[in-house]
């Protein structure tokens, strides 16, 4: 099994759809987790660290179940400019200053007029 | 502007040469990483640094070397004893949990 698990996609919708990601991990010591866009050719960005209580940045909303061992990004009135591959990362613990993260594979996402 | 900066972006080399690849920050972070991508995965770790002169591997280390004699810089050698070299690699260091990416290199082994 996977550390990190994530439907590759495509996920293609309409411009304003909700469209909904979740990635499952394997780690329940896991101490942080976060989404990354990454654009195509391009390297990653952080988007948003997903805390416990759940986190929302504009149109994007970061969920964590850790009973379940999952998190998930939610994001309303996709616009074109949502086109990407978001990559789930978890950080399995930290060696001194060095955060080892995990990344999943991604999940691409088209957004389409 | 602060941030990581990695060259070349395109680099292509023979079978069997040696080539490294640079990675310079200005960002004043301890910690430093080397990940090579492959189409269909996840981006994977070959090495890390969390100080000057100290390095740790990665999970995939074999067939890589790395220095860090600077606390700006974080060179990556591609040997020929690394059995699939061309992949797309990614130089990142650290704030906060936070990884900062390079632009990346693209590597072509013809």
């Known amino acids: 099994r996977k550390e990190v698990e994530q439907d590759p996609g495509p996920f293609n919708v309409p411009e304003g759809a909700t469209v909904a990601f979740n990635c499952t991990y394997s780690n329940s010591a896991s101490q942080s987790f976060f989404w990354y866009r990454q654009d195509c050719r391009k390297e990653p960005k952080l988007l948003m660290s997903?805390?416990?209580s759940g986190n929302e940045d504009g149109r994007f909303t970061a969920q964590l179940n850790r009973a379940s061992q999952y998190i998930s990004l939610l994001i309303r009135d996709s616009k074109l400019s949502d086109s990407a591959t978001y990559l789930c990362?978890?950080?399995?613990?930290?060696?001194?200053?060095?955060?080892?993260?995990?990344f999943g594979t991604g999940t691409r996402l088209q957004v389409t007029l | 502007d602060g941030g990581i900066t990695q060259s070349p972006k395109y680099l292509f080399r023979k079978e069997g040469q040696n080539v490294t690849l640079s990675c310079e920050q200005n960002l004043n972070h301890d910690a430093m990483y080397w990940y090579r991508q492959d189409p269909g995965q996840g981006l994977r770790l070959i090495y890390y640094?969390?100080?000057?002169?100290?390095?740790q591997k990665g999970d995939i280390a074999e067939g890589y070397s790395v220095s860090r004699e600077k606390k700006e810089s974080f060179p990556l050698t591609v040997t020929s004893a690394q059995k699939n070299p061309t992949a797309f690699y990614l130089c990142?260091?650290?704030?906060?949990?936070?990884?900062?990416f390079g632009p990346g290199t693209r590597l072509t082994v013809l």
């Open positions: 990142a260091s650290t704030r906060y949990n936070e990884q900062f």
């Open positions: 990362v978890v950080n399995f613990g930290n060696t001194g200053t060095a955060s080892k993260l995990t």
């Open positions: 997903v805390y416990s």
């Open positions: 640094s969390q100080i000057v002169n100290d390095f």
